[in-house]
Nanobody, 131 residues
Framework: QVQLVESGGGSVQAEGSLRLSCEIS????????MGWFRQPPGKEREGVAV??????SYADSVKGRFTLSKDDAKNTLDLQMNGLKPEDTAVYYC??????????????????????????WGQGTQVTVSS
């Protein structure tokens, strides 16, 4: 049973920083696509950043502000978020899949699409940014 457990959410003021962490357990196979999605209030979910084949990809809205990293020894996937804006307010989800992010993107148009289907999801952690 694969489990993704997020931590690190909270409330900050604009321009502040938060670090989200995803602890991954129960793998019986190597996951090729791992990353973070978010769902702002009243909006569709959207991809934030993914790690595929050793390289991170970011949504345009977070490039230069967010950094994705992973620790294979600890089985964790972290998202460092700097320069936070009120529009970053959302529930953030850790996601993973046995297929590559590219394969997921081909099926849905983009790895970051609201239609992108990831096999494994965490329970979510709230991030609130006030102006």
């Amino acid at each position: 049973q694969v489990q993704l457990v997020e931590s690190g959410g909270g409330s900050v003021q604009a321009e502040g920083s938060l670090r989200l962490s995803c602890e991954i357990s129960g793998y019986t196979h190597r996951s090729y696509c791992m990353g973070w999605f978010r769902q702002p209030p009243g909006k569709e979910r959207e991809g934030v950043a993914v790690f595929s084949m050793g390289a991170p990809s970011y949504a345009d809205s977070v490039k230069g502000r967010f950094t994705l990293s992973k620790d294979d020894a600890k089985n964790t996937l972290d998202l460092q978020m700097n320069g936070l804006k009120p529009e970053d307010t959302a529930v953030y989800y850790c996601v993973a899949d046995i297929f590559s992010c590219e394969a997921i993107g081909r099926r849905s148009g983009s790895w970051a699409s609201s239609r992108a289907e990831y096999r494994y999801w965490g329970q979510g952690t709230q991030v609130t940014v006030s102006s």
